[in-house]
């Protein structure tokens, strides 16, 4: 690994976002998948949650890309994905036209954040409408009543980045992910074959210098040869 994307890898991981978070219910179209994942990446996100019942598990069509430094987590529904979101003191929030809708930008993102978003066909299900704490909407002057879901989940989490790049939560110097972390996301996406390896024997990923590169006894090295 270089030392320019050690560097780069070491910027984004400390810019990460781990209390503001998405999540998908049973949107299930590769591209749309996909696309979302990759406007998490680049606002920032460090994980999304998904709803997906074990009949409709499309993250293995998605892009591999985004998914290399997006965390996808998967519930099996919505109810669980909810609990566990509010458990670590989230409001969630649901795209939803209602009576009771405030205008997206209206919100504070500042605080720890999660947005469901609703499946292709039919929105966001009766039981997320009823567990979330606020539904928001797009205002559209058009003829057409809402947005592709990930254009919709671009256009929330860049209002959201807007907000909290203001109030300097980017700040490498305030990094939220955990150290443990940032050094396993660095030495597998550094060193991706040798991080496999250690993966299947059991052995703990050693060490990085300030250059990217491995420092590890000769003990590690010699299990890692074994086959």
Known sequence: MNIERYQRIQEVLKS??????LCLEEVHKPNNVSAVIRTADATGLHKVHAVWPHEMRTLSHTSAGARNWVEVETHDSIADAVKELKAQGMQVLVTNLSDTAVDFREIDYTKPTAIILGSEKVGASEQAKRLADQDIIIPMIGMVQSLNVSVASAVILYEAQRQRDAAGMYDKENSSLPEEVIHRTLFERGHPVLAKVAKRKGLPYPP??????????ETWWKEMQKK
């Open 16 to 21: 990460r976002q781990t209390d503001l978070t």
């Open 208 to 217: 990085l210098d300030d250059e990217g590169q491995i420092v590890a006894d």
